[in-house]
């Protein structure tokens, strides 16, 4: 065998093993990340406040490893759940999802969501270069049964916010909670200010949702008057090159920023990489699937 025969059939098993990774052994890889934001509690005896933010389910039957793990959740010490979206992963998976939801809010800990467009309509098939080269296109599937999501998981004490400003009682104190639907498919969705704006003042906790962190999205949560920003969608680029990082966050957000804590407009943006995946991309390389636990302080 020649040598370059032997470096082509190396280069082949390779490739081979790293596909069978990226889609047998990371997507079930789950991660719990713990994560501290310094400074966001307006009251400095107050805290810390831990909220378990999860993202992108991405549901569908039979997926038992992933409903597992959100069960094992429901053992972590938090006092708020917030789901920032897409959580359906197809067509009739509305009761599944909130099923899925309903153990990490027993005890009576509140849930809040926001919806992402999987959440509305469901997935259709794309071309995985199509996420490098036209980010932006943006394609409608079979609508899905949003207000019955929206009612069972209400059943099983999520609140889901839409376009509004409300707030939500923790046993370390008052949140206030501004968030919209999916600016990914229509950014007319984003509300303007007033609409959003801060409903409480005093609260310990200024909290600005979104699925999809779109910059604009993110400047009006910020104009409302948030200070931590919670979002998903991005699945934290779900294809990352280690030491150079995700090739693509599906929006407007740099890619720096496309999973994890960092600063952003003066205040504080969450962004996770979510548990799950479309169906017709079910890869992910050096981008475990995670759900976090953030203790807030003052």
């Not at 789950?30 to 999860?54: C, D, I, K, S, T």
């Not at 919670?230 to 934290?236: A, D, I, K, V």
Request: charged share 20%; glycine share 12%.
């Amino acid at each position: 065998m020649s040598t370059w025969t032997r470096a082509l059939t190396a280069g082949v098993g390779l490739g081979a093993a790293g596909l069978a990774y990226a889609t047998l052994v990371e997507p079930r890889w789950y991660a719990l990340r713990r994560v501290r934001v310094p400074g966001v509690l307006r009251e400095p005896a107050a805290g810390p406040l831990r909220v378990l933010h999860v993202s992108d389910v991405h549901l569908v039957a039979g997926q038992h490893h992933r409903t597992r793990f959100l069960a094992s959740l429901s053992e972590l010490d938090h006092h708020l759940v917030v789901v920032t979206g897409d959580l359906l992963g197809g067509v009739g998976t509305e009761r599944l999802a909130a099923r899925a939801m309903a153990p990490l809010t027993t005890g009576g800990r509140p849930g809040l969501v926001v919806l992402g467009s999987n959440d509305l309509y469901g997935p259709v098939p794309k071309s995985p270069l199509a996420y490098l080269t036209r980010p932006e296109r943006r394609v409608h599937g079979t609508p899905l049964d949003t207000p019955a999501l929206i009612d069972e998981l209400a059943r099983v004490g999520y609140r889901t916010v839409r376009a509004e400003a409300l707030t939500v009682d923790t046993p370390v104190g008052r949140v206030a909670v501004g968030g919209m639907d999916d600016p990914h498919l229509d950014p007319a969705v984003i509300p303007p200010v007033d609409r959003i704006r801060l409903s409480d003042p005093t609260a310990v906790l200024r909290l600005g949702l979104v699925h999809a962190p779109y910059l604009l999205a993110l400047g009006r949560l910020r104009a409302a008057g948030y200070d931590l920003l919670l979002s998903g969608h991005t699945h934290g680029g779900q294809l990352r090159i280690p030491g150079v990082g995700p090739l693509v966050a599906n929006c407007d957000l740099p890619l720096s920023q496309a999973r994890g804590l960092s600063r952003h407009d003066g205040g504080w943006l969450h962004v996770s990489a979510g548990l799950g995946h479309s169906r017709y991309a079910p890869v992910r390389f050096a981008c475990r699937p995670e759900a976090t636990l953030l203790e807030l302080t003052a």
